[in-house]
């Protein structure tokens, strides 16, 4: 299986600044790399979609970019809203998937 | 809309298996894979599998192997997860989760809590 590693595992940031998270693959994964927000008891948000496509109605301050092994997940403007835990997910085909183990972001 | 109902909360004992659907409306269950995700209290996602609801295929994480199955009743627009041989480490909350034509997970079920507990 392919393993996913995700860093920092938390952060902790004033309004207004430029936020990155970086995700790893065990193995290349090409641009089939998801990233997703969830805030406490809710399910999962889609906002990035094949490493760098910004999903439907996600504001433009999220963005991502990658490919291959190394991926990346910036907010380039933390709004207070933002506070939530950021995963990564791979699909190396679409039997098989995986998540990163999460980056909590909080306001500081 | 595309809506996914998921069946209630369920509580096991150690050893036991449990059942819990997800229920698709809105859309063609046959035209879209389901996944199902799982999140311990506190923890991250964890993926279990897929099924593909046309052909009944199925894929499973490799952890969960041997304990874990889904299959779909494409008369009620259903699908369903079961785990057997359940352990504290099940507990969790489980969800449903549509893959759209883009490759992401574009629906999801509201969560069910399976707490095993003696």
């Known amino acids: 299986d392919i393993q996913m590693t995700q860093s920092p595992s938390s952060l902790s940031a004033s309004v207004g600044d430029r936020v990155t998270i970086s995700c790893q693959a065990s193995q290349d994964i090409s641009n089939h790399l998801n990233w997703y927000q969830q805030r406490p008891g809710k399910a999962p948000r889609l906002l990035i979609y094949d490493a760098s496509n910004l999903g439907a109605g996600v504001p433009s301050r999220f963005s991502g970019g990658g490919s291959g092994t190394d991926f990346t997940f910036t907010i380039s403007s933390l709004q207070p809203e933002d506070v939530a835990t950021y995963y990564c997910q791979q699909y190396d085909n679409l039997l098989l998937f995986t998540f990163g183990p999460g980056t909590k972001v909080d306001i500081k | 809309q595309v809506q996914l109902v998921q069946s209630g909360a369920e509580v096991r004992q150690p050893g036991a298996s449990v059942k819990v659907s997800c229920k698709a409306s809105?859309?063609?269950?046959?035209?879209?894979?389901m996944h199902w995700v799982r999140q311990a209290p506190g923890q991250g996602l964890e993926w279990m599998g897929v099924?593909?609801?046309?052909?009944?295929?199925?894929s499973y994480a490799q952890k969960l192997q041997g304990r874990v199955s889904i299959s779909r009743d494409t008369s009620t627009s259903t699908v369903n997860m079961e785990l057997s041989s359940l352990t504290s480490d099940d507990t969790a909350v489980y969800y449903c989760?549509?893959?759209?034509?883009?490759?992401?997970?574009?629906?999801w079920g509201q969560g069910t809590l399976v707490t095993v507990s003696s």
């Open positions: 099924i593909n609801p046309s052909g009944g295929i199925t």
């Open positions: 989760a549509r893959l759209g034509i883009l490759g992401y997970f574009d629906s």
């Open positions: 809105g859309y063609t269950l046959t035209s879209y894979y």
